[in-house]
């Protein structure tokens, strides 16, 4: 039997670019009550678009991004071939609800180049220190009209705050992900006026898997381990750094949690593609005893491959349900990494065996996600609240009910029976 681990294949469902820009398109005023699932849905949002946020000043936040070429459609004329975008912001100061605070619209022509393979550029907005703020960014390939949305958070109520610190690489262009991998060579660029001395500490990344939605527990996320080691660095223009092991890296003036963090999972990451990586997920649809004689397997692609066959009878239904799967974890990591891998996470773990939520309604402090629809009779909610983790801004914590336990295990059994689990179908 050929490996099933290796070689996974995401694949995408072809949309019209009409469908996508009206599901994109209807939440341009606000985030009220308006469905937003598309944001976690990569079927929708096929014009990529990679963006970071910087406090350059008290004043002044910079909005850096990198648009991949071959996402833009370039008209051809007799010297040159042209794209053109329209980037339109509103930027929301976050109270007990979104008070819009600014707003712009400006376009940008883009020259494509034989050795460029992403156009990065620029722009900024007025924030002001004490304030939380909430970005919306809606960018547009005028040739094609397909757009692109996302939101981000901009912090400025702590002394040191995340978007204080900007990792670039050695040509200034930012990473755009909290993480790292083995081979990075990273410069970090500070908000203006603040010191050049910080305490760098490196911690394991011990955190456990979230519980199961309906496991009414004790919230262990805030018992930080002990860090492996503490120094006092310098950050300069000419300071560059790595991080090579898998670990933690906090860089903070005073206490933890006023600072930077910065991430090492692995040189895939967000992809998962050794067998030891592609076993721990499957303990979201294991009891411990069955994932400990798993794990104990000196083999892990046979433990990896054993679980998926005896789950889908046959090689060919094995291979489906593994792409499916191991695409589904990628997202996750990629979309709710917080203080450890995103599929450990509480959003991660629903999204993984629940797939995308039919509506997503987004609020200050809430995320709430819906699976079916009323026409379905089978309606599922899960509430997801923001908290402070002092590792990350993008840690939500799902409030756990008993009554998700018959859906829970019905799920997992339609996986562990070789099927997709879909509360529509069921």
Request: with cysteine; hydrophobic share 35%; proline share 5%.
């Amino acid at each position: 039997m050929k490996n099933f681990s290796r070689n996974i294949i995401v694949a995408f469902i072809s949309l019209t670019l009409t469908v996508i820009s009206c599901k994109i398109q209807q939440t341009t005023q606000s985030t009220r009550r308006l469905n937003l699932s598309f944001l976690y849905n990569p079927n929708v949002q096929t014009f990529k678009v990679d963006a970071i946020i910087h406090n350059t000043n008290d004043s002044i936040s910079t909005v850096h991004c990198s648009i991949p070429l071959n996402n833009l459609f370039f008209l051809k004329y007799p010297e040159k071939e042209l794209a053109s975008i329209t980037v339109n912001y509103k930027l929301y100061l976050l109270k007990k609800t979104f008070a819009l605070y600014d707003s712009a619209s400006f376009q940008r022509t883009i020259i494509k180049e034989d050795d460029k393979l992403n156009e990065y550029f620029t722009f900024n907005i007025n924030t002001r220190d004490t304030g939380t703020y909430v970005l919306d960014l809606y960018i547009v390939d005028k040739n094609t009209n397909v757009p692109f949305r996302n939101y981000y958070n901009i912090e400025r109520t702590k002394k040191y705050n995340d978007n204080d610190f900007l990792l670039i690489n050695k040509k200034g262009i930012p990473y755009f992900k909290p993480w790292v991998t083995d081979t990075d060579t990273f410069y970090i660029k500070l908000r203006e006026k603040l010191p050049a001395e910080w305490k760098f500490a490196w911690f394991p990344n011990t955190f456990k898997q979230c519980m199961p939605p309906y496991s009414i527990t004790t919230n262990k996320d805030f018992i930080i381990p002990m860090p492996d080691s503490i120094r006092v660095k310098l950050i300069s223009d000419s300071s560059c750094f790595v991080l090579s092991n898998k670990s933690i890296l906090h860089i903070y003036r005073d206490s933890i949690g006023n600072g930077k963090t910065i991430f090492n999972f692995s040189n895939e990451y967000p992809s998962f593609v050794r067998p030891s990586e592609l076993l721990q997920p499957l303990r979201l649809m294991t009891t411990q005893k069955e994932f400990n004689e798993l794990n104990t397997l000196k083999d892990k692609k046979e433990a990896v491959d054993r679980f998926w066959l005896n789950s889908a009878k046959n090689p060919d239904r094995a291979r489906e349900l593994i792409k499916v799967f191991y695409t589904r974890v990628m997202y996750a990591n990629k979309y709710f990494t917080s203080y450890t891998e995103g599929w450990k996470t509480d959003r991660g773990m629903i999204y993984i065996i629940y797939g995308i939520p039919t509506t997503l309604y987004k609020g200050p402090s809430v995320e709430q996600w819906i699976y079916g629809t009323p026409e379905s009779n089978k309606v599922l909610i899960f509430n997801f609240i923001k908290n402070y983790h002092p590792f990350s801004n993008n840690h939500y914590i799902l409030e756990r009910n008993e009554s998700y336990k018959i859906s829970w295990l019905q799920a997992v059994d339609t996986w562990r029976n070789g099927k997709i689990f879909s509360i529509i179908n069921e």
